[in-house]
C-alpha cells in the first residue's frame, strides 16, 4: 500500500518511521514533516516520534556499519533533495544486503547521500573562517546563512575554540541557534531574531575589522573571479566586511539596546533555552 508519512522532522523522528515500516510491512511513498501538510492522492499516516524505536534502528544500523551510522546522521543535516527517501533506501538497502554496497562509492543508492554529505562538510570547512562574532555586552552572536543544517557539525569547533565564553550562533536558513555557555552547548529552533545594534566599542572593532580587510588587499593584483571562488558570494551577507554603513554605526542611545547586548527577543545565555525539537546533533 502506497502511504505518505507525516512526522516532526527530528532525526528520531525519521528514524521512527524506518521502524514503522517494517513494522507494518510497508514501503513509504514520500516523507512530511512540519505543519504544512502535502497534497497527495496516496493515504497519509502520522508517525509518532518514540526515541525507544528510533534508538532501536541507530543500534541496527550502527552494528551493521558504523560508517552508514554516521552517514545517516550527516546526511539527514543535508540539503540534499528528497533527504528522507534517499536516507530510506540506504537504511532499507543496509538492512537486506548488509554493509558489502558501501564500499562502492558509485553506488546508486549511496552516492547521492556520499555526495550531499561532502557539500555539507565543504560548507562547514568555509564557515569555520567565515564566521563573523560580535560583542553584545559580553556575549558573542554571529549569523549564517548555511544551505545545510551545519550547526551540529560546526558547534564542536567554536565551543571548542570559545570554550570559556558565552555565546550564540544563529542559523538564519533553518531558523534555529546554537547557545553556549562555559561548559554546555545547545541547540534550539529560533524563529523570530533581529541582531541588537552595536555599541561604540563593537562598532569601532568593526571598523578595524574593514579597515584591516581593505589594507591588506593589493588592488593590482585584484581578481574578483578568484575571491568568489575562494570566499563564494552566498556567504557575504553576513560577513562584517562586506556591510554597508548602518553595520559600523552604532546605537545612539544605550537604553534602546535590549537586554544586556543580547540580540533581540534572546535573553542573554547566563542559562540556556528551553528544551525544544532535537537535532542529530550530539557526537557528530
Known amino acids: 500500500m502506497d502511504v505518505i508519512y507525516h512526522y516532526d522532522g527530528s532525526f528520531d ?134 544551505k545545510n543544517r551545519v550547526l551540529p557539525v560546526l558547534g564542536g569547533h567554536f565551543t571548542a575554540r570559545f570554550h570559556n565564553e558565552r555565546f550564540f550562533l544563529y542559523d538564519r536558513t533553518h531558523k534555529e541557534a546554537l547557545f553556549h555557555v562555559p561548559g554546555q552547548s545547545v541547540i534550539r529552533p529560533l524563529a523570530d531574531f533581529q541582531m541588537a545594534p552595536p555599541d561604540e566599542t563593537e562598532a569601532h572593532y568593526r571598523l578595524l575589522w574593514k579597515c584591516f580587510y581593505d589594507t591588506i588587499a593589493i588592488k593590482e593584483r585584484e581578481n574578483p573571479r578568484l575571491r568568489m571562488s575562494n570566499m563564494p558570494k552566498r556567504y557575504w551577507n553576513t560577513m562584517t566586511e562586506f556591510q554597508g554603513e548602518d553595520w559600523f554605526r552604532p546605537q545612539s542611545s544605550p537604553e534602546a539596546v535590549s537586554g544586556p547586548g543580547a540580540p533581540a527577543g534572546i535573553s542573554a545565555p547566563e542559562t540556556l533555552p528551553p528544551r525544544g525539537p532535537s537535532a542529530p546533533a550530539s557526537g557528530l
Open 13 to 146: 523522528g525519521f528514524l521512527s518511521c524506518v521502524f514503522d515500516s517494517y513494522v507494518y510491512k510497508e514501503i513509504p511513498a514520500g516523507f512530511s514533516s512540519g505543519e504544512d501538510g502535502v497534497f497527495t492522492l496516496f493515504d497519509s499516516r502520522t508517525v509518532l516520534t518514540v526515541p525507544d524505536h528510533a534508538a532501536r534502528v541507530l543500534r541496527k544500523v550502527t552494528a551493521l556499519s558504523p560508517e552508514a551510522a554516521l552517514l545517516l546522521r550527516r546526511g539527514f543535516l543535508t540539503c540534499l533533495p528528497d533527504k528522507e527517501p534517499c536516507l530510506f533506501r540506504l537504511v532499507s538497502k543496509l538492512l537486506r544486503e548488509g554493509p558489502g554496497f558501501l564500499r562502492n562509492r558509485s553506488d546508486e543508492t549511496l552516492f547521492p547521500v556520499v555526495k550531499a554529505v561532502q557539500h555539507l562538510h565543504g560548507e562547514v570547512h568555509l564557515l569555520k573562517g567565515f564566521v563573523r562574532f560580535s560583542d553584545l555586552g559580553g556575549v558573542l552572536g554571529g549569523e549564517i546563512e548555511p
